[in-house]
Structure formats: structure tokens, C-alpha cells
């Protein structure tokens, strides 16, 4: 024990103290996060900036303001919830002078069927349900098999949903497929005795090109041949589609038909041979150069002009090869950044391999691309989904055009603000829908990202 | 031949129309139903309700047809078609009448292969103002801005008429009617014109429409009525004299209410119409009880009128020059004897 | 003998064998294929064509673009430059107002869009919470509502809060007015001596433009700062003002006048209603994307750099303007390219308000009265594509500069 005197010597940790009131706390937070950035007058820049950002703040509190007070007066304090006795839904409407629900109630299956006929909304129903489950399985990460359902929701939902949505039972010569049928077989069978080597090596070297195009051929006619068979399903003339069935449609085909077309042309793009790469640039830029508008145009107008006399297309089938050529271009430039992405090892690797061109891209550069642009086609998508409302101006309603031209022609329900409760609803479905698909494409970036930054 | 089968498998298009036959009316009661091309949606003329079910008075001309062929109103099948795929849906068979408020012109009567068999609506471009303008002629817009719809005849009318009278005016031409309303009760322009039934629709869009007014100049002609392919006689006598037999039930005082008494009536014209004496429906390829089944199951012209665009619907159309001619009106159909 | 015809046997074989290995000739086989196919479908298209215009009794050509026209259009850019009247001018001259409008429309909102974005952006990533969150919120919510119905409410709200028609107009000194049917001002209508007069602001933007060339080099070579913004506005307003009273006021002014309808048409400048709702939709929903790649751009430069520019002692705006900004915009040009390409394209949707662009007047008022789809919804192609072509060199080339600059 040492005696040695301290004057003093802290037996006990002195009491905790709150932090200093101008660390913490509401004032706090509101001087670091809000007031900090406006409360330098030191210079006359200085003060510019300061008084700057305050009209900024002030700004955007009075527009926020603005806004949500304005809605909520529209939809809720003036809306109409429930139509009273003796009084028709219109007058209702009219008399409250704000947001009209009932008219939405009322023209709900208008906005999500369109006029698919009441007694076969099922097949509607089971085509949305697929492509729910498909996409949640495809999304999920820890779902199994992942890869098979992706790929069945590329091949064999279309090819569903089309039978359910159309009813199937297509008209067409069972002979003419038969004819086709032959051809792409012998040319298949070509391509193997080929690969055996019978007819030489010059046969041998194309055995590649007669397998893909006999097997494209045989692909076309199957599926022909599977929209010729009759399940007993009633006939829906794509006239009666509509509303959010129309802008699926557009949208999905669009982004589905593309994605192939958008490879070759991506591909194309970057070929060392000449004429394909002029062509494949021409064709991008033409596309991309152009509104949509006019494509939709073009392809209900000029298109049948260039089809042989007497060729009678759907009008929903000519926008579809419309949007589908239109977002193709989008597609190949998306692809393309993907191939760039690829460092150039990999395409030597393969080559080192003794790999053909199409084996280069087929086992190692496009597996490894297209995974890389998964975003980016998301976006072209989100893109493509707000685009799809164009399609009411060559007379197709998707969920705008059945609000627009169908919901609101009907006499018993027409007032002053039907139009734009109707207007609201449509663009919150399209911002529930965009907004969903957006985070899921950033957030796929940002792992996407992970995984390749070094 | 190959090449469009081809097309066909590739696009999964059965969506190739076959050529129509001649005998339409064979078609149709082997298939059970009348497939009949309308508009998209005009109030009044044909519109869905909250159900889907199809209403208006062009409507109304296609179940009188289906009601003289199965005597069943709802043997009927609609067709929404865009004004640009009328005449193609009609030629190509896909449909078997047009009634679908198309005006009825010489180039499409003479030149398109078509026979247009009646009006069943007499229309014509109008003019609408706010009441307090004061205005009561159309003379008297010098000056004014005029809101209408691009795409259809209205704006080669509506200049026509302004420089014929030569007055002054600014022309805001706008692709959707729904827009057009807006434009027009907001202020943007003084005037809207269109066809006076569509003026009757589009103004229950307008937040007080008893403050706008319709002028009386009528600035063009449009006579709408059914249309039907040239070349089948017997499918035009039918659509023809469907129509005409809701007139002259107007006329004769024969309604859905009291057909089954008038069956017993002394007039012999109404014994006529109601298929007591004579043979007129089976010499058109139906039963003599034809009109008797359209009266009983659409009405007579004057019915369909009341419940589709009259004065007592939201569209509130008085009748007008659509008057039968006995009461200053346009409608006269010929007599059946 | 026998063995050298094998012998030559086995040679053509493989030079055979080698020519179809050959990648050249593969090559050159496959293009001429590709090019066969491409000719064989042309001809198609073009041979069908030909026969469904016979068929269809149909004309073709460009020879409507010398018939008049019979309908009227209001009062914008392009009925001024080409002098519109209905009756007296020709489908070519519908088409010029087209294309001028549509011009004209698209390059207001790439300016606007491209200032409010650059705002948005540099907003985001504020230290102000409040700005933040605006931002935020604003750019999630307007990118992912189709822009039609974005037009449809601006349309809506600037008709909505501006008087009607035919009441007292809300005005800004007297000399602009605003009502639902547009902004009216003085219209300039140059008599002797205006060509002097305009030439003059020509000649007054090239000099303050070489003013700033000359004080950017000297501060290259001495450091010594010159202010050649003040002074190159001052050039801009002197100089034109003086000549003006020179000339003895060479230009009188139309005013707008008003009738029983208001404003009467075809008096004073006049911008409608329409060309400002389609403006500030383009522009407020072009600029969410621009705000996103502007961040992304600022956000790509280091965080080295700022605390760079800080220790040299440089102010927060001189910071951003010469250190940050430089170096985030060759992230930010090529997207913002395609923005810009996309703000033309997007333009089109005018007709759904009625500004008569070129979609609206020659594809769809006159496209009904001459009925010759092919010929006219080709020209319309053309004008867009050209646009977009001329936007994109532009860009490159501006894009490339910055580069060479950089490095």
C-alpha cells in the first residue's frame, strides 16, 4: 500500500452526461441535414448559393404540398364512393365534382379484360396467373430450377397464351405445313449426313447452317401445327381484347420477339464481315431514329401495301411485328453493351478451341452477355410497357384507349370527371408495374456490379 | 396460295379472311348468329354497358335483323371496328352488316362495292357555344377559336364554312374527342363542332352543361344508316326492309307492347306487317312472322329512338328531321303491300 | 497414271476444302447470301406494293405535295416562317410547318429538360434533406407514368389555372399575356433597315462569343481572369440597342388585340397553349432521366478530386463548375445523347393535344384528305430521322471535343 497523497483522486466514474443539445435532437438534425446548406453568407457566391437553396426548399415544399393537397381533395374529399338512391352514377359524379369510383368499379373488367366475352374471362384469368407464377419463379433466388421455367416462359408460355387468349384452332393447309414439314426435315437430315461426311467435306463445312435452318423450319411448322389443333375453345377475335390484356401483350411480345432479333442484330453489329454490319447498323439506327408513333403507323398502314394482295393480318399482329422490329434495335444496342463488356480473352479462348464463330458465341460470350444485360433489358422493357399506350392512336385500347374509347362512350355513365378518375387509376397501374420492375432491375445492377467489379 | 399459308403458320395468323359467298343468308343461319361490324363506342349509337352487353341504335338495326331471321334478338355477334377497317371487315366477310354510323356517300355506294340499305339516323355537323357568349347564329364567329377532332371530314367543313362566309377563326384540331371536351370547357376555344349526336354525347363531359348551347346551322349532310356488300339481293332486301319495318311500325301505331293485339286488327296494312295476310317474309327466305318478331323483340324505329339517344336518355336528342315524314320528319319507308 | 489422277483428285479436293474453310471466303459466301436474301425481299415488298396500289386504284408519287390544302392550322412558329393560308398554300408547305414545329418544340425541352435535369441531379445527392427527398420522389414518380398521360395533366392544369378565353387575361407588364388559350406578346414586323437591325444581335453574339474565346486563352496562358460573361452581355444588349435607335427604330410592333372572343386570331406573336403543356411534359419527364445520369456521371468522378480542388483552396461552386462538371460529362454525353434523341422522338405525341407538329398535320389532317400513306408516312420518317442523325453528329462531334480537351 503506498500512502501518497493525491489532492484528488477519482474513486467513481463521474455521471453520464446527454450530448450537448446541438448534436442530437430534432434542432440538431434539422441544422445538419436542412439548415447547413443554406446558412453561409461569407461571400457573395456564397450567399447566392445560400438563397438558392432556400427558394429550392421553399419550392419543393409548397409543390409537394400542392400536389398532394390537390389530390387528395380530388380523389378523396370531393370523390364519389357510393351512388345514392334515385340518382343516376353520372349525376353523382357530377354533383361532387371530384374523383368518380363507382364509374371504376363499374368499368373495372373494361379495363382489364377489355370486351373478352364474359363466359371465357377464365382464360384470361389463367394466362395472368402463369405469367405471375412464371415471373415470381424466375425472380425468386432460392426457387428451384430456375433456368427451365425461365426457359419454358420464353417458349411454351407464348405458345399458351396464345391458344388460351385466341382459342386456337388456327385455319391453314394441313398440306402446306406438310410440305414445309418435309423440307425442314430433309434439310435437317442434310446437315447430319453431313456432319457424317457424306458428300465431302464443302458439305460438311455448311453441315451447321442446314441443321439451324431445317430446324428452324421444323420449329415454325410445329408450332403451326399446335395452333391448328382444336381444343374445343371458342374463337376470340383479338378485336374484343383489351385494356390491360392488350398492353401485356404488346409489351411482352414485344420484349420476347425482340430478344433474338436483337442478338442476331447485336451480333451483326460487331461482325467482321462488311455488308452485315452495314446492314445490321442501318437497320438499328433507322429504328432508333424513328418515333414509335410512325412504326405503329407504318406497320398498320404501309405494311399490308407491302404484303401480297389479299393477305388479311390482324391489326393487333401488325403492331406486334411493328413493336417487335421497333424494340429489336433497342434490343441489339442493349446485347451490345453486353458483348463489349466481354473482355477480349474469351474470345480468343475460343478460338484457341478450334470453336466456329457460332460455337464462340452459343458456349462462351453470349451465356456470360446476356446475363450481364439482364438490366438493361428490364429497362428496355419498363421503356416498352409506357410505350404500349401509344397503340390506342391505330385504334387498338390497351388499359388508356379502353378507359378513353370504351369506358367513357358508355352514355349512362359519361360526366366531367369519369375521364380523369379514369386518367389517375391507369397511371398508377402503370406506376405500380414500371416502379416494381425499376427496383428490380437496379437491384439486380448493383449485384450484377458485385460480382464484376475487380 | 403456298406463300400465305406459309405467312399463316409463321405468324399464327387463321386471321386471313376468306372470301365472302354470295348467299349470306345461308351463311348466317348455318352459323346461328349475325355478325355485325360496329363502332368502337359512340354513345348511343353502339356501346357496352358495365356488362359488356352491346346497346344504341345501330345496335338496335342488326338484333332487328337477327330477330327477323331466328326471331331471337340476341342471335347476334358484334364486331368493334375503327372507321379505316369498316369497309375492308365488310368486303372480306368477316362481318355480314356494317351498321356502324357511316355516312352515306356517293363514292362509297358507287365505288367500294358496297349497297347502303336505309338511314336510320339523319346527322350532320353542329356547332356548340357557351350561352353566354350570346351568340345565336354561327354567322356571328368571326374571330372565335373552334375545337374539333382531327381525322374525319369535320375540319375541311368547319374551314370551308368559315372562309365561304369569310370570317376570321383559329382551328385547334385535336386527335381524341376526349381531349377535344376538355380543350373546349376550359376555355381553350369557343366553339366545338362535330356531328350533333356526337355535340350531344361529348356535352355530358362538360361541367355544367345546361350553360352551353347547340347553334342551328347544320354545315353538312350525314346521313348514317346501315351497309351491306353489293352483289346479294336477298341479304339487302332483308337488312332493307328489317329497318323499314320498324318505321312503318312507328307509323301504323305498332309497338312491342301491342303487337300481339294488333295481330287481330282490322287495318290490313298492319295485317300485312304483323304476318297475318300475305307472304312477304317467306318470299324474302324468312317466316311471315318476321316483323311481328323484330316489333315484339327490338320495337318499332320510335322505341329504339326513346330508349337509345331520345330525349329521355343522358343524350337527350329531340327527334328532329329523325321525325317520321307524317310528323316533319325525314323517315319514310316505303309500303308494305 | 493411275496414282497422279488420285494424286490430282486429292488436290482439288483440298484446295476445295481449304476455300470452304477458308473464313474469307466463308465470309464472303455468307454476305453475299445475307445480300441475296435482302434483294430477293425488296423486290418483294416493292412488287407487292406496286400490285396492291393498282389494285386499290390508288396514285402515287409526290405530286400532292403542289395540291393546296384545304384545311387551317393556328397560328405557330411554322405557319409564321412559311406563311401558312388555307387555299393558297400547298401539302409541301403543311409539311414544312410540321417539321419546323416539331423542331422548334423539341429543342425548347432538350434546353429546359436539360437544365432541370442537371438541377434534379445535383439536387439528389444534396446534403438538404428536404431536396433530397423531393428529388427522389419526384424522379421515381414522373419516369414511371407514361408520358401521354403526363401531357394530358399539364394540359389540363395550365388550362385549369389560367383565365378563360374570353376573361381578363393575366399579364406580365402589359406586354405578355396568358389566358387558357395560350401566351400572346408583340409581334416584330421589320420594316427599312430591320435586316441591319438583326444582323446586329448576329454580330453581338459572335463577339461576345469570341470574347470569351480570347479570355479563356488568356487565362490559359497568364491566369489573369477576365469577366467576359458581364461583358459579353453587355455587347449583346448595347449593341443591338444602339443600332436600333441608329436605324431609327426599324421594327414596329403588332400587338395583340382583343374582340368579342377574346384575343383575336392572327394579331400579335402567339404561342398556344399546347406548345407550352407538350414543353414543359417533355421537358419535366426527360429530365428524370437526366437527373439519374447526371448522378451517375458526378458520381463516377472520385472523391480524390473534390478533396483535391479543396485543398488547393477552391470555393464549393468553383469546385463543381471546373473540377467535378468537366469530368462527370464524358460519363454523362453519351447517354444524355440518346435522351436527347429520345425528347425528339417523343415530341410526336403532340397530336394528342392538338400542336401541330408534323405526326399531327401532314400524317394526320392532311394524310386524311390525300390518302397516300406510303409517300407521306415515309416523309414523315424522313424528318425525324433526320433530326435525330443531325442531334447525334452534333453530339459526337461536342462529345469528342470534350475528350480531346480532357486528355
Partial sequence: MTDRNFAYVRTEEAPRMPPPSDTHGPVHWLKENILSTMNDFSSPAKTVKSVVMMLLTVLSVLSAYAVISGMLTFLVVNGTFSIPEGVSGADACRENGGACWPFIAAKMRLMIYGAYPGEELWRVDVVYVLLAIGIAWVVWEKAPARGLVGALMLTAYPIVAFILLTGGALEGSWGAKGVWAVIGLALFGVGIAADKGVGGEALNAFSGAFKAIGGLLVGIVLVGAIFSIEFGLEPVRTSLWGGLLVTFVVALTGIVASLPLGIVLALGRRSQLPVVRMLSVIFIEFWRGVPLITVLFMSSVMLPFFLPPDTEFDKLLRALIGVALFSSAYMAEVVRGGLQAIGKGQYEGGMSLGLSYWQQMRLIILPQALVLVIPGIVNSFIALFKDTTLVLIIGLFDLLGAVQNQALKDPEWINPTAGTTGYIVVAFMFWVFCFGMSRYSQAMERKLYRGHKR | MKKLAFIGALAGAGLIAGMASAATLDDVKAKGFVQCGVSQGLPGFSNQNDAGEWSGIDVAVCRAVAAAIFGDAQATRFTPLSAKERFTALSSGEIDILSRNTTWTMTRDTQLGLNFAGTNYYDGQGMMVPKALGVTSALELSGAAICTNTGTTTELNITDFFRANNMDFSLIAIENSDEVVRAYDSGRCDVFTTDRSGLAAERLKLTAPDDHMVLPEIISKEPLGPVVRQGDDQWFNIVRWSFFAMINAEELGVSSENVDEMKSSDNPNIQRLVGVDGNFGTEMGLTNDWAYNIIKHVGNYGEVYEATVGPNTPLKLERGVNALWSKGGLQYAPPIR | ?407
Avoid: C
Fill in chain 3, 1 to 407: 497414271m493411275a496414282d497422279a489422277t488420285a494424286d490430282g483428285a486429292q488436290q482439288a479436293r483440298s484446295s476445295l476444302a481449304s476455300m470452304v474453310y477458308d473464313p474469307k471466303a466463308r465470309g464472303l459466301f455468307f454476305q453475299i447470301v445475307v445480300f441475296g436474301l435482302l434483294l430477293i425481299g425488296l423486290y418483294l415488298i416493292v412488287n407487292n406494293t406496286i400490285e396492291n396500289l393498282e389494285l386499290l386504284n390508288k396514285k402515287s408519287g409526290f405530286g400532292f405535295l403542289s395540291q393546296t390544302t384545304g384545311f387551317a392550322i393556328f397560328d405557330s412558329l411554322g405557319t409564321w416562317a412559311v406563311d401558312y393560308t388555307p387555299g393558297e398554300s400547298t401539302y409541301w408547305d403543311v409539311f414544312l410547318v410540321g417539321a419546323i414545329n416539331t423542331i422548334w418544340v423539341a429543342a425548347f425541352s432538350i434546353v429546359l429538360a436539360t437544365v432541370w435535369g442537371f438541377v434534379l441531379g445535383v439536387m439528389r445527392l444534396s446534403k438538404n434533406v428536404i431536396l433530397r427527398w423531393f428529388s427522389t420522389v419526384y424522379i421515381e414518380v414522373l419516369r414511371n407514368i407514361p408520358l401521354l398521360l403526363q401531357i394530358f395533366f399539364w394540359i389540363a392544369v395550365l388550362t385549369g389555372i389560367a383565365p378563360g378565353k374570353r376573361d381578363d387575361p393575366m399579364s406580365l407588364f402589359d406586354i405578355f399575356y396568358f389566358d387558357s388559350s395560350g401566351i400572346r406578346g408583340p409581334y416584330p414586323i421589320g420594316e427599312s433597315g430591320a435586316g441591319v437591325f438583326y444582323a446586329s444581335i448576329l454580330i453581338a453574339f459572335v463577339i461576345a462569343w469570341a470574347i470569351g474565346k480570347w479570355a479563356h486563352k488568356r487565362q490559359d496562358a497568364t491566369g489573369q481572369q477576365f469577366p467576359s460573361f458581364w461583358v459579353g452581355l453587355g455587347v449583346i444588349i448595347l449593341l443591338p440597342a444602339v443600332v436600333f435607335f441608329v436605324m431609327g427604330q426599324p421594327i414596329e410592333l403588332e400587338w395583340p388585340d382583343r374582340g368579342r372572343f377574346g384575343f383575336r386570331p392572327g394579331l400579335g406573336s402567339f404561342i398556344e397553349v399546347s406548345f407550352v403543356a407538350l414543353w414543359l411534359s417533355l421537358s419535366l419527364y426527360s429530365a428524370t432521366f437526366i437527373a439519374e445520369i447526371v448522378r451517375a456521371g458526378i458520381l463516377s468522378v472520385s472523391h480524390g478530386q473534390t478533396e483535391g480542388a479543396q485543398a488547393l483552396g477552391l470555393s464549393a461552386g468553383v469546385t463543381l463548375n471546373k473540377v467535378i462538371i468537366p469530368q462527370a460529362m464524358r460519363v454523362i454525353i453519351p447517354p444524355l445523347t440518346s435522351q436527347y434523341l429520345n425528347i425528339i422522338k417523343n415530341s410526336s405525341l403532340a397530336a394528342a393535344i392538338g400542336f401541330p407538329d408534323v405526326v399531327a398535320t401532314f400524317s394526320g389532317t392532311a394524310l386524311n384528305q390525300v390518302g397516300q400513306e406510303i409517300e407521306m408516312i415515309f416523309m414523315m420518317m424522313m424528318v425525324y430521322l433526320f433530326f435525330s442523325i443531325t442531334t447525334a453528329i452534333f453530339m459526337n462531334w461536342y462529345n469528342a471535343r470534350k475528350r480531346l480537351v480532357e486528355r
